[in-house]
Structure formats: structure tokens, C-alpha cells
């Protein structure tokens, strides 16, 4: 089993930053890669970006390209997400997930991954 917990969701003004975290807790030997998913209400849960812990490839939904970054520290078994010049439509509840399993690995769908966190809101004002 891994445990997930999101943190440092908030408030964050269009244009600003914000950095979320994902810590990891228990078999956390077994994980192959994390990601970021977020749904918006009324909305399905949507791909953001992922990390694979080995050779920390990184994928990223073309909307967030070049405004999120997605980094590791693994040593301490947590993820970020640094959000910069987030847009009103960024808001959401965001989630992060493990893949605990080397098969095909196909970050955008949430069937890929294995254990989930809560989430952590965010919501950006214009």
C-alpha cells in the first residue's frame, strides 16, 4: 500500500504562483511513477503532468506546458507541482497518484494509477 497527501492548495491571484506537494508514505520502494490530475467542477478528472522516478521522464498536458513544472525529491518520496502564471481555468481540486506497476504506462489515463490522495483545492481569481 502507498499513502498519498496533497498539500498547499489555496487561493492564488491569475498570474502569480503556487506550489502544490504530494508526500508518499509506505511501499514507496515500489513506486515507478507519480502524476497530477485535476477536476474542475462539473468536469471529468483531467491529466496534468507526470514523473517517472527512474530517469525522472516527465510528460505534460499541452494546456500547462511552459507555466507548471512537475519535479521530485525522491529521497524524501515527494513530488511538487509549481504552478506560475496560473489562469482562472486552472482551478480545480488537484490530485496526485502513484504507479506501482511497470506495465504499459500510459500517464493521461487514470487507470494507469494505482493509489490516489484526497486532494487539495485551488482556486485562482482573476
Known amino acids: 500500500q502507498v499513502q498519498l497527501v496533497e498539500s498547499w492548495g489555496g487561493l492564488v491571484q491569475a498570474g502569480g504562483s503556487l506550489r502544490l506537494s504530494c508526500a508518499a508514505s509506505?511501499?514507496?520502494?515500489?513506486?515507478?511513477?507519480m502524476v497530477w490530475f485535476r477536476q474542475a467542477p462539473g468536469q471529468e478528472r483531467e491529466f496534468v503532468t507526470a514523473i517517472k522516478w527512474s530517469g525522472r521522464n516527465t510528460d505534460y498536458t499541452e494546456s500547462v506546458k511552459g507555466r507548471f513544472t512537475i519535479s521530485g525529491d525522491f529521497a524524501k518520496n515527494t513530488v511538487y507541482l509549481q504552478m506560475n502564471s496560473p489562469k482562472p481555468e486552472d482551478t480545480a481540486v488537484y490530485y496526485c497518484?502513484?504507479?506501482?506497476?511497470?506495465?504499459?504506462?500510459?500517464?493521461?489515463?487514470?487507470?494507469?494509477?494505482?493509489?490516489w490522495g484526497k486532494g487539495t483545492l485551488v482556486t485562482v481569481s482573476s
Open positions: 509506505g511501499r514507496t520502494f515500489s513506486i515507478y511513477a
Open positions: 497518484a502513484a504507479d506501482t506497476n511497470v506495465r504499459n504506462y500510459e500517464p493521461q489515463l487514470p487507470t494507469t494509477w494505482d493509489y
